[in-house]
């Protein structure tokens, strides 16, 4: 028997908080809905990519899949989200945080209008900006050995989404 996607230990975490958050949509009410919204609102008023910031998005993040009643995969995802953590705050910019926040709105506005596929598509994509600005940060703060100036990256900083340096579109 071959082994589920969503259980293979390659499975991307963007791909596993989406089968989540599909498995939760059935369940969320309104006192969920509304759990969301305080969060945004709260996000909202956070300056800065510090440890409030990290607890208000994994409480974000939680919120969405935390009814799906799939402990082992949500324990994969937290356990993800826990080593990565301090990089996303290390790389992590004002335009980043107000970006992401609006990417909570966005994929609020999705489970509010109960379009599940969407609010699906939006939280990958939410994760995948997150991992490109991070790998982007990361890529740059790398040396080549001897060269002095950071390592060329196919990645620039206008290609992604909040990253330090991007021109508004």
């Not at 009410?29 to 709260?42: A, P, Q, S, V």
């Not at 709105?105 to 598509?121: F, G, H």
């Not at 740059?140 to 992604?160: C, D, F, H, V």
Request: some cysteine; proline content about 6%.
């Amino acid at each position: 028997p071959e082994t589920a996607p969503l259980a293979r230990p390659d499975a991307p975490p963007s791909s596993r908080e989406a089968h989540l958050r599909r498995k939760a949509a059935k369940r969320l009410d309104g006192t969920d809905l509304r759990k969301l919204r305080r969060i945004c609102e709260e996000s909202d008023k956070i300056k800065d990519y510090g440890a409030q910031w990290v607890l208000k998005n994994w409480e974000f993040h939680r919120a969405l899949y935390g009814r799906a009643e799939s402990p082992t995969i949500i324990d994969a995802v937290e356990r993800i989200q826990l080593k990565i953590e301090r990089y996303t705050r290390r790389t992590g910019s004002k335009a980043r945080l107000r970006q992401a926040a609006a990417e909570h709105r966005e994929i609020l506005t999705a489970i509010e209008r109960n379009d599940v596929e969407k609010a699906s598509a939006l939280l990958e994509g939410h994760i995948l900006n997150t991992g490109e600005v991070v790998r982007w940060n990361h890529d740059e703060a790398n040396l080549r050995p001897g060269a002095g100036k950071p390592a060329t990256n196919k990645l620039s900083p206008k290609k992604i989404k909040g990253a330090p340096g991007r021109t508004a579109a």
